[in-house]
């Protein structure tokens, strides 16, 4: 079946503009969560959905990130006046549900280049 | 705080002999533990996880990982490598309270022929 995809693949963008990045879950996955992967480093963990709902947004960089989470599917994660430090590929992934220690299926990612 | 230390940037070994990427893990309360594997320009890909049971977790494309409380590791196995087993390897914790995952910053295995 489809895996879990992302769009756009890759995004350049001025520094000042805003962003939306988008992510498909796989069908059925109540769970999604969003990472960040710069340059040389681990994934940073961003935020995740149970549902629509997010329970903990303190991994969110800053008041410029913001996600949201409709009909229990698709998310966006919106970063507003991009900043060169921005510049990462942003994972997102899926599970069955979050309460149950399962496995994340990962989407390909965007690169996200903040000029 | 949880947290995920993989401390070797990248392990070099030949194809043919063993491998071993190390994890080591803080967490409070028991922990949920993962290997996913980033093969070049390929999204993360789930290998093993270790939730309860046996220490000795079996997975994908041959791969297995050590569960050591004591030691709070979870170093990830291999008895012969490939060279296409070439890849960067993450482990990660589960915070079990609050769904978070928290990932290690990765190593690189470079499997030589």
């Known amino acids: 079946g489809a895996g879990v995809s992302q769009s756009p693949s890759n995004k350049v963008t001025e520094k000042g503009k805003d962003v939306e990045l988008r992510c498909d879950p796989i069908?059925?996955?109540?769970?999604l969560y969003w990472y960040r992967q710069s340059l040389g480093q681990g994934l940073e963990f961003l935020i995740y959905f149970q549902g629509n709902s997010a329970p903990d947004k303190s991994g969110l960089p800053s008041d410029r990130f913001s996600a949201e989470r409709t009909g229990g599917s698709v998310s966006t994660l919106t970063i507003q006046r991009t900043q060169q430090e921005d510049s990462a590929v942003y994972l997102c992934a899926s599970s069955l549900e979050a309460s149950n220690p399962r496995e994340q299926y990962f989407g390909p990612g965007t690169r996200l280049t903040v000029t | 705080a949880q947290s995920v230390a993989q401390p070797e940037d990248q392990v070099n070994v030949a194809e043919g002999n063993p491998l071993t990427v190390k994890c080591t893990y803080s967490v409070s309360g028991n922990p949920y533990l993962f290997w996913y594997v980033q093969y070049p320009n390929r999204g993360l890909q789930f290998l093993l996880k270790?939730?309860?049971?046996?220490?000795l977790v079996k997975g994908s494309y041959g791969f297995e990982a050590e569960f050591n409380k004591s030691q709070t590791s979870f170093h990830l196995k291999k008895p012969s490598a490939l060279v296409s087993d070439s890849a960067l390897y993450f482990c990660?914790?589960?915070?079990?309270?609050?769904?978070?995952?928290?990932f290690g910053s990765g190593t690189k295995l470079n499997v030589k022929p």
């Open positions: 990660a914790v589960r915070d079990v309270d609050f769904n978070k995952f928290y």
């Open positions: 270790y939730i309860t049971g046996d220490n």
């Open positions: 069908s059925g996955h109540t769970a």
